[in-house]
């Protein structure tokens, strides 16, 4: 997918990056798992999950992070770099069969120093699950 490039002076605060949605699936679990080797149970093993108080296998970190991640490039364009991403803090599970919006807006508009300051979440009908700075710089 192209992406027009933003340009920093068409920012204001308030606004609105968009959204993506993702299911959240067994299968996708395992796979961000296996990628980024965090093969501990709670991420693929919905009965051990269960006793951490999960109902279920839920997103690790990584995951949470690469979804902030996409949003952000694919709203900023090619012209722009994330050069902070986080803190983040996770406030509930995202697990199996949940449907996660991520989610964000211009926190921050700083045109002299080329710079943007986003907050940005992940949640579903169930509220926030996970909430996330990022800032982006312009070349």
Known sequence: MTVAQRSIQDLEVGQSIGTIQIPITLQRLVMEAG?????????HDGNV???????????NTFFLMG??????????GPGGRITNL???????????????TFSGEVAKVDPAAGRVTLS??????????AI?????EWR
């Open 67 to 76: 979804m902030f991640e996409r949003l952000c490039r694919d709203w900023m």
């Open 49 to 59: 999950a269960r006793t951490t108080g999960a109902s279920d296998a839920y997103a």
């Open 86 to 100: 986080g803190p983040m803090k996770m406030l509930a599970f995202n697990v199996v069969g949940d449907t996660v």
């Open 132 to 136: 996330c700075d990022a800032v982006l």
């Open 35 to 43: 990628a980024n080797r965090d093969l501990s149970l709670i991420h």
């Open 120 to 129: 940005l979440a992940a949640g579903n009908e169930q509220g926030r699950k």
